[in-house]
């Protein structure tokens, strides 16, 4: 019977681990964006990105010379993209809880600027990654970054005389 870990894959395993510990923060950081969770508490981001990480690392020796780096993030973004499509019926319908302004975009909204901001992607590859024309992703970065820009609206004001006071 042959050892779990030949000794051949022990190279391969010391090149991703220091991939790992080179990008693992900055993926973390773009999987807890993608998924508007606190940065503290972020399971779905964790999930993202050990999935990704995952198939990285099943595809590590047919990457060939390609960034690993922009081999995660596609994965990423098109997987976080499938799961909110398949959660929410699509990726325009559902909004996230308010919180913080990237909270209130929908997951389209936040994987295009996501890609776009944080990691500089640019717009003709976004669109080829999401399978969109660049006009679309233009629009749809121009109405996110309208909406994180804007001030979150002001909570209602209470009604005079306090809630359920009885006159007198």
């Known amino acids: 019977m042959r050892p779990r870990h030949a000794s051949g894959n022990v190279p391969r395993a010391r090149e991703f681990e220091a991939y790992v510990a080179g990008a693992g923060g900055r993926l973390l950081h773009t999987a807890t964006l993608l998924t508007a969770e606190a940065r503290d508490d972020n399971p779905r981001a964790r ?27 596609q994965y990423l973004a ?47 590859q976004t669109a080829a990654l999401l399978g969109l024309p660049a ?8 109405r996110a970054m309208a ?13 005079p005389g306090g809630v359920g006071r009885v006159p007198s």
């Open 78 to 124: 098109t997987r976080f993209a499938r799961g909110a499509w398949h959660r929410h019926g699509g990726l325009l319908r559902s909004r996230p809880h308010p919180g913080s302004p990237v909270a209130r975009l929908t997951p389209r909204e936040r994987l295009v600027l996501v890609l776009r901001l944080h990691e500089g992607v640019a717009e003709e």
């Open 47 to 73: 999930r993202l990105l050990t999935l990704a990480m995952a198939h990285t690392y099943a595809s590590w020796d047919r990457l060939r010379g390609e960034d690993p780096y922009d081999h995660t993030r």
């Open 147 to 159: 909406t994180v820009l804007r001030p979150p609206p002001a909570p209602a004001a209470p009604a």
């Open 135 to 142: 006009e679309r992703v233009r629009t749809v970065f121009h």
